[in-house]
């Protein structure tokens, strides 16, 4: 594997791999240095079309600690203002002497075509509406690492699925390992066809919520919306979002999750994103680790890989 453009390039035993991997660099997180020489002499460039908080800072986090080099890209303060296409910033990074692009862009799509423009490996941070693996890989490993095997395990992604990226990538993420999604939102918030998706649909949260084995709550998208696809946000909490009583009927080992950044009071009541079983920075912590796996097998001795206590040590 030279890029990460999709969970539907990995199978059961890429992620499985994966997820190993992670696991030996969350070891190298608890350490005093946290920093391994498994990427030294690598450089990496970002290129962030969209905003990002988590995303980026645990991909930055991810090299450093890895000891690769890296080159910061922002939109803002670029040429990309002055009219340069896509593909000509490609470029002109590349000659600059990379070995990988970790890219956020508004197109769906753009990685895989950035990955055609150049030699250096590509890894998609969220696409439009497409993918966002490395979110989907750091809930596989987050749900792991609480309830072990994901087989037969029930998951119902909640809210605004039209537009996530996020819903995509993990609909395909947790029906490759083995888990059972249910997609739960409104009509107007599903996409037009779910032909051919491993999903279940419902468009009643109280139909499934005693007994899922993982809440998982999307972020609604309003700057994704051209126009207003619920009545009111008050009243698309009372009947997608996860309130206290909704939260109160979980299974006591339920997990509640979310990508981030969260809407309180929207999809989520704010108490209950604060509950113990809500492990929404917990997500965000093994990003870091799940990321320098993705970074270590793009950059460093690839999905081949034998033995990876050299990447550790
Ligand atoms: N979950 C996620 O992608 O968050 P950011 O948009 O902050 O990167």
Redesign the pocket.
Known sequence: MRHLLSMADLDRDDIERLLNLADSFAEVGERQIPKVPALRGKTIAWLFYE??????LSFETAAKRLSADTMNFSVSSSSVNKGESLRDTVETVAAMGIDGIVVRHHGAGAPHRIAEWTDASVVNA?DGWHQ?PT?SLLDLYTATRRLGSLDGRRIAIVGDIKHSR?ARSNAIGFATMGAEVTFVGPQTLLPPSLEGWPVKVTHDLDEVIDEVDICYLLRMQLERQEQAVVPTLREFHEEYGLTTARADRLREDALIMH???MNRGVEIAGEVADRPNAVITEQVTNGIAVRMAVLYLLLGSGLDLVDTREAVA
């Not at 905003?51 to 980026?56: A, E, K, Q, V, Y």
């Open positions: 905003d990002s908080t988590r995303t980026r969220g966002h979110q996020v990508p981030g950044p």
